[in-house]
């Protein structure tokens, strides 16, 4: 686990609401900390909020690192990745969510709601939280990120 203090911080918009809430507690049954940054209901919402709240979150040292979820996934990882710092990264397996721990030191997580089961998504999760960052090759690159644009 690349947690040190088990302090994550977790949102979603409503197409992704039900995956949070699911995953609020299979994180919450390893022992970790979770803020739920909302959205808290099935109504219509904004997903840049969400995803924005908690990039800055992650990147202020709030939390140690966290999940997105929107229907997609493609959108609030966009906005998650506006925020200098963050390196969210959306994984629709198991391979990707190693890679990006191993390659990119991704501090958050982003998932599609309506594309990945429930059980998918703790594989991921699991993998992405149990996967440690390589460096060496890989940290020139990461440091470039915030950077160049
Ligand atoms: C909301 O309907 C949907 O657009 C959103 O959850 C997400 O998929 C956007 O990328």
Redesign the pocket.
């Known amino acids: 686990m690349f947690l040190k203090t088990n302090k994550m911080i977790i949102g979603s ?4 609401v039900e995956l949070k809430t699911h995953l609020i507690k299979f994180l919450e049954a390893k022992g970790i900390v979770v803020e739920d940054a909302g959205c808290h209901g099935t109504a ?1 919402v904004d ?1 840049p909020e969400y995803g924005a709240k908690v990039a800055k979150a992650v990147v202020a040292g709030k939390a140690e690192a966290g999940i997105v979820i ?7 990882s966009i906005a998650a990745n506006r925020v200098k710092g963050a390196r969210a990264s959306l994984c629709h397996n198991t391979t990707y969510a190693k890679l990006t721990r191993q390659h990119n030191d991704s501090n958050i997580l982003a998932l ?1 709601g ?1 594309f990945v089961s429930f059980n998918e998504a703790e594989a991921i999760v699991q993998t992405w939280l149990s996967t440690e960052y390589e460096g060496g090759r890989h940290q020139n690159r990461v440091d470039l990120l915030d950077t160049v644009a």
């Open positions: 918009d409503h197409g992704g219509s997903y929107c229907g997609t996934g493609i959108g609030i599609g309506r």
